[in-house]
Structure formats: structure tokens, C-alpha cells
């Protein structure tokens, strides 16, 4: 479903990912770990159409990104790493503009905008402005907006990052049961060991911008001879702590967190 | 088609339902209408050049839309990280249809934002001279709107940081704004003042704008029109390439 060969993206002398390949196969969870600044999200970028990459191939669902943008960009679905629902508008017209844009004729779209907010507990607060929701629920309306125009694949760039644990069990929970139901591939970053444990099918670990391992989530503990996927982990990227120059996302993610008082 | 109008139609849907948004923005048009207006009056007046809250009226509507517009396209910046924008950015759509959407949407709120000044200016006593023209002052607050969002779309789509955001306010909107005749006739001028004055695409807007609503102008009416036409289009065309080549 999703075929990385020699995958390099340079920011100037900076090679933020250099030469990765690796393959996710139809309906399979893969969890792609690394530690911050390990080119996970430059990754994510490069798979769905935001960043052109500087050398190797992508294919996804048998379609070349670069080449057939539009044709790709309906086989997935993403969740990004900061939110990007509009606050001013309700859950409904959220995900109706998202059905607009990926063309979905207006019967099919709201019969499946009805589907999804009901699967992801949002049906009695469709009609609510986005800005009143709590971090988990607003998290969950990107889910399903996401599965709208039933993807072939969904990327998931640090889905859970700042939610409670029963947030994130539910959120995942949701995510396991539409891969069962719809067989969506799903491709997914996060920094919880024991997510990544508990729901992926096989989990690939990133670091200064190289694959360290690859493998399910037994074979790679085997591997490092670690109990825990935490410890592996640790052992196939060292314990120092990266400490990146925060980028223009960054302040400008402070300057959010300011102005939102905390919550994301 | 469908792309473009549910994208304006954001626009609005979010002008319309932030109430507090819409008075904060009228504060600063409203104190130069008033202060000014009523402030340098007598001045204006004793100096031979008649009404000055009549003058300024056509000055202070074009602030409205100028920075309402221009706002529109910089929000870029926050948009495409912390926004919408960039769901957008991946949707199978064309880049085109996007920033088309994004920017009608933006120049028809700064459009409701000059002609809520209007009944403003309306109301505080401002009277235009010959009702029959009224419709073309609109005409030209139009173009002064798809302008400005087409200048803040293609500014806004390289913006890196807030700093730059703040750069751009300061040493561009700013003196677009003070530099454009709206605040004084543009007649007898320093000569390089006069040259910088002829640069500022707006001057042409408030121009037409007070040609139209009161009778006098400095330029013609046929030249404010060519330039606004002429920059407005050439600034859609480099907002449309730039949007294009947006990468986060």
C-alpha cells in the first residue's frame, strides 16, 4: 500500500531524512517511531504531497505522488501534528467542507458525515462551534473528518499528543475498529511506547533521519533484547535527549499555547 | 467551482459569527473619522480646502478595507499551521481554486467592513455629493479589496514567523495607508512625497473612491480604474504562483 524506497529530503546542508525505504502493507497498522527531530514528521510530509523530496520513490496505492498529486490526495486521509479544524465553524460544517473538497456528492457525504460523528461520539454536539470542544473530542472530529472520503490510507502525526489516557484509549480504540471494518491502512507517529505496542501491527524506528529497525513490535524487542517496546527503544536510539533549536513551528505553537491558555 | 465557493463561504461564516472581531476592527477607523475628522476641521477649513470629515470619509472606508483585506491574506501565517488551511493544502483540489476562494472571501468581509463604515460615516454626518455615483465608489472599494488580499496572499505565503508579521505591518500596511492620500489631498506636495504617494496603489483606491462620492479627485477616474485593474491583476497572478508554492 505504501512503498518508500531510498527516501532523502535535504533542508540545505541539513539532511533531515536520508535514504529510508521501507513497505506497509494493505491494512496494516505501522507505527513510525523516532525521537523528536528523527525526520518522522518530514516523512509524513514528503508521503502526503506537502514536501517534495529531494531523491527516491514513493508510491502510494500504486500511484506516484509527485506525479499523480490529485489522484493521490483522495486515497489518503491525515491528521497533522497541530490542529486544523476551523474553531469559528461547527463539527458539522467542518466536515462538510472537507466532503466539498474531496468531491463527495452531497447524499453519499452526509450519510457518512452522520456515520462518522456517531462513531466518534460527536453526533449530539455536531452543530457546536469547534472552539468549544475539549482537546479529545476536538481530536476525534479530525479523526473522522479524516475517514470522510474513505481513504485507502490514513496518516496520523502524533494523534494523542497532550490527551488524557482514556482520550487516547478511546481515540485508538475508534482508529483499530474502522482499520478492522474498512481495511484502511493506517500510518501513525507518536511518543507513547506502549500505544505503539498495543495497536500496531508492525512499527518502524527512525533516527537522524535512518531507519534503525523494522519490524513487529516482538521482533524488535527480540532484537535489543529489551522486555518492553520503551526500552527497545531506547537502546536503538540512545538515551541522550535531542535538544532541537526550536523552529518557526515551534514559536509559533508557544505563541498558541499562550493565547489558547494551555489547551491545544 | 464547488471548491471556490465553500471556501468564500467560510470566510463569511467566520465574519459573521465573530461579533467582537467586527467592533474591535472598527475601533481604529472609527478614531480617525472622529478625532481627525472632526479634530483638523477647522484647520482644513480655515486653509481654504472646505469639509475635512466630508474628505476623510472616503480615507478612513479605504482603511477599513485596506487593512480588513490585507489581514485576510497575512493570516496565512497562522492559518496554514494552526488552521485550516492546510487540510486544504492536501484536499485533491488545485491550489488555484484555493487561493481564489480564500481570496474573494477575504476582500468581500473587507468589503462589509468599508460599508459598515459607511453607514457609520453615514450617521456621524457625512453626505455624498451625488447619490447617482455611489455605486461606482463601491466599484472601487471592490478593487481596492481584491488588491490588498491579493498583496497579503502573496506576502502572507512566505511569512516564516509573527516577527515578520509585525515587519510587514509597520514598514509596509502602515505607510501604504499614511502615504495614499487618504488622510490629506494629495495636491502641492514635497515632490519626492508626490512620487511616493503615485506609487501606493491605494492612493488610486481613495482616489476613485473620493471622486466618486464627492466630485474631486486628484487623478482621473479612468486612470484610478487602469491602476487598480492593472496591479490587482498582476498581484492575484504572483498571490496564485506564490499560494502555489506553499510548503509546511
Same mark, same amino acid.
Given at each position: 500500500?505504501?512503498?518508500?524506497?531510498?527516501?532523502?529530503?535535504?533542508?540545505?546542508?541539513? /539532511?533531515?531524512?536520508n535514504?529510508?525505504?521501507?513497505?506497509?502493507?494493505?491494512?496494516?497498522?505501522?507505527?513510525f517511531?523516532?525521537?523528536?527531530?528523527?525526520?518522522?514528521t518530514?516523512?509524513?510530509?514528503?508521503?502526503?504531497?506537502?514536501?517534495?523530496?529531494?531523491?527516491?520513490?514513493?508510491?502510494?496505492?500504486?500511484?506516484?505522488?509527485?506525479?499523480?498529486?490529485?489522484?493521490?490526495?483522495?486515497?489518503?486521509?491525515?491528521?497533522?501534528?497541530?490542529? !486544523?479544524?476551523?474553531?469559528?465553524?461547527?463539527?458539522?460544517?467542518?466536515?462538510?467542507?472537507?466532503?466539498?473538497?474531496? +468531491?463527495?456528492?452531497?447524499?453519499?457525504?452526509?450519510?457518512?458525515?452522520?456515520?462518522?460523528?456517531?462513531?466518534?461520539?460527536?453526533?449530539?454536539?455536531?452543530?457546536?462551534?469547534?472552539?468549544?470542544?475539549?482537546?479529545?473530542?476536538?481530536?476525534?472530529? &479530525?479523526?473522522?473528518?479524516?475517514?470522510? +472520503?474513505?481513504?485507502?490510507?490514513l496518516?496520523?502525526? &502524533?494523534?494523542?499528543?497532550?490527551?488524557?489516557?482514556?482520550?487516547?484509549?478511546?481515540?485508538?480504540?475508534?482508529?483499530?475498529?474502522?482499520?478492522?471494518?474498512?481495511?484502511?491502512?493506517?500510518?501513525?507517529?507518536?511518543?507513547?511506547?506502549?500505544e505503539? %505496542?498495543?495497536?500496531?501491527?508492525r512499527?518502524?524506528?527512525? %533516527?537522524?533521519?535512518?531507519?534503525?529497525?523494522?519490524g513487529?513490535?516482538?521482533?524488535i524487542?527480540?532484537?535489543?533484547?529489551? /522486555?518492553?517496546?520503551?526500552?527497545?527503544?531506547?537502546?536503538?536510539?540512545?538515551?541522550?535527549i535531542? %535538544?532541537?533549536?526550536?523552529?518557526?513551528?515551534?514559536?509559533?505553537?508557544? *505563541?498558541?499555547?499562550?493565547?489558547?491558555?494551555?489547551?491545544? | 467551482?464547488?471548491?471556490?465557493?465553500?471556501?468564500?463561504?467560510?470566510?463569511?461564516?467566520?465574519?459573521?459569527?465573530?461579533?467582537?472581531?467586527?467592533?474591535?476592527?472598527?475601533?481604529?477607523?472609527?478614531?480617525?473619522?472622529?478625532?481627525?475628522?472632526?479634530g483638523?476641521?477647522?484647520?482644513?477649513?480655515?486653509?481654504?480646502?472646505?469639509?475635512?470629515?466630508?474628505?476623510?470619509?472616503?480615507?478612513?472606508?479605504g482603511?477599513?478595507?485596506?487593512?480588513?483585506?490585507?489581514?485576510?491574506?497575512?493570516?496565512?501565517?497562522?492559518?496554514?499551521?494552526?488552521?485550516?488551511?492546510?487540510?486544504?493544502?492536501?484536499?485533491?483540489?488545485?491550489?488555484?481554486?484555493?487561493?481564489?476562494?480564500?481570496?474573494?472571501?477575504?476582500?468581500?468581509?473587507?468589503?462589509?467592513?468599508?460599508?459598515?463604515?459607511?453607514?457609520?460615516?453615514?450617521?456621524?454626518g457625512?453626505?455624498?455629493?451625488?447619490?447617482?455615483?455611489?455605486? !461606482?465608489?463601491?466599484? *472601487?472599494?471592490?478593487?481596492?479589496?481584491?488588491?490588498?488580499?491579493?498583496?497579503?496572499?502573496?506576502?502572507?505565503?512566505?511569512l516564516?514567523? =509573527?516577527?515578520?508579521?509585525?515587519?510587514?505591518?509597520?514598514?509596509?500596511?502602515?505607510?501604504?495607508?499614511?502615504? !495614499?492620500?487618504?488622510?490629506?489631498?494629495?495636491?502641492?506636495?514635497?515632490?519626492?512625497?508626490?512620487?511616493?504617494?503615485?506609487?501606493?496603489?491605494?492612493?488610486?483606491?481613495? %482616489?476613485?473612491?473620493?471622486?466618486?462620492?464627492?466630485?474631486?479627485?486628484?487623478?482621473?477616474? =479612468?486612470?484610478?480604474?487602469?491602476?487598480?485593474?492593472?496591479?490587482?491583476?498582476?498581484?492575484?497572478?504572483?498571490?496564485?504562483?506564490?499560494?502555489?508554492?506553499?510548503e509546511?
Amino acid at each position: 500500500m505504501i512503498c518508500v524506497q531510498n527516501l532523502v529530503k535535504t533542508f540545505g546542508s541539513f /539532511t533531515a531524512v536520508n535514504g529510508i525505504s521501507f513497505e506497509v502493507a494493505e491494512g496494516e497498522i505501522f507505527a513510525f517511531l523516532g525521537p523528536n527531530g528523527a525526520g518522522k514528521t518530514t516523512t509524513i510530509k514528503m508521503l502526503t504531497t506537502l514536501l517534495r523530496p529531494t531523491g527516491g520513490s514513493i508510491v502510494l496505492d500504486g500511484l506516484n505522488p509527485q506525479f499523480e498529486q490529485n489522484e493521490a490526495r483522495k486515497r489518503f486521509g491525515i491528521v497533522f501534528q497541530d490542529p !486544523s479544524l476551523d474553531g469559528d465553524l461547527t463539527a458539522w460544517e467542518n466536515m462538510e467542507i472537507h466532503g466539498v473538497l474531496y +468531491h463527495l456528492p452531497h447524499r453519499l457525504r452526509h450519510h457518512r458525515m452522520e456515520e462518522l460523528l456517531r462513531l466518534f461520539e460527536l453526533w449530539d454536539r455536531r452543530n457546536d462551534q469547534v472552539k468549544k470542544f475539549s482537546g479529545g473530542m476536538k481530536r476525534r472530529l &479530525e479523526i473522522a473528518r479524516g475517514f470522510l +472520503h474513505t481513504p485507502r490510507i490514513l496518516f496520523l502525526d &502524533e494523534p494523542t499528543l497532550g490527551l488524557d489516557p482514556q482520550s487516547r484509549n478511546q481515540l485508538w480504540t475508534h482508529v483499530k475498529k474502522l482499520n478492522e471494518t474498512e481495511r484502511v491502512t493506517v500510518f501513525l507517529t507518536t511518543h507513547y511506547m506502549d500505544e505503539a %505496542d498495543r495497536v500496531a501491527h508492525r512499527i518502524g524506528v527512525i %533516527d537522524h533521519g535512518k531507519l534503525a529497525a523494522q519490524g513487529t513490535p516482538a521482533e524488535i524487542k527480540q532484537q535489543t533484547g529489551a /522486555t518492553n517496546l520503551e526500552d527497545a527503544f531506547l537502546a536503538l536510539t540512545g538515551s541522550t535527549i535531542r %535538544d532541537e533549536e526550536a523552529n518557526s513551528a515551534d514559536k509559533m505553537r508557544q *505563541f498558541a499555547r499562550m493565547w489558547s491558555g494551555g489547551r491545544r | 467551482m464547488k471548491a471556490i465557493f465553500i471556501l468564500w463561504l467560510r470566510e463569511l461564516k467566520r465574519y459573521v459569527r465573530s461579533r467582537a472581531q467586527i467592533v474591535a476592527s472598527l475601533g481604529n477607523p472609527l478614531l480617525y473619522l472622529l478625532v481627525l475628522g472632526f479634530g483638523l476641521g477647522p484647520v482644513f477649513k480655515r486653509a481654504g480646502n472646505g469639509d475635512y470629515f466630508q474628505f476623510v470619509t472616503p480615507g478612513v472606508i479605504g482603511m477599513a478595507v485596506l487593512f480588513s483585506s490585507i489581514f485576510s491574506g497575512l493570516g496565512l501565517l497562522w492559518d496554514r499551521q494552526f488552521g485550516f488551511l492546510k487540510e486544504t493544502l492536501v484536499a485533491p483540489v488545485p491550489r488555484l481554486q484555493i487561493m481564489i476562494g480564500r481570496t474573494l472571501g477575504g476582500a468581500t468581509v473587507a468589503v462589509l467592513q468599508g460599508l459598515l463604515i459607511c453607514v457609520v460615516c453615514v450617521i456621524a454626518g457625512f453626505r455624498p455629493a451625488h447619490l447617482a455615483t455611489v455605486p !461606482s465608489a463601491l466599484g *472601487f472599494m471592490v478593487l481596492i479589496a481584491l488588491l490588498f488580499a491579493a498583496l497579503g496572499v502573496a506576502i502572507g505565503s512566505g511569512l516564516q514567523d =509573527m516577527q515578520g508579521f509585525q515587519l510587514i505591518m509597520n514598514f509596509l500596511v502602515m505607510p501604504i495607508y499614511f502615504l !495614499s492620500g487618504a488622510l490629506f489631498p494629495l495636491t502641492g506636495l514635497p515632490r519626492v512625497l508626490s512620487y511616493i504617494t503615485k506609487a501606493d496603489p491605494l492612493s488610486y483606491g481613495i %482616489d476613485g473612491m473620493r471622486n466618486m462620492l464627492l466630485g474631486s479627485s486628484s487623478f482621473d477616474p =479612468m486612470l484610478d480604474f487602469a491602476v487598480l485593474a492593472i496591479v490587482g491583476a498582476v498581484l492575484l497572478v504572483v498571490g496564485a504562483w506564490r499560494f502555489s508554492k506553499i510548503e509546511i
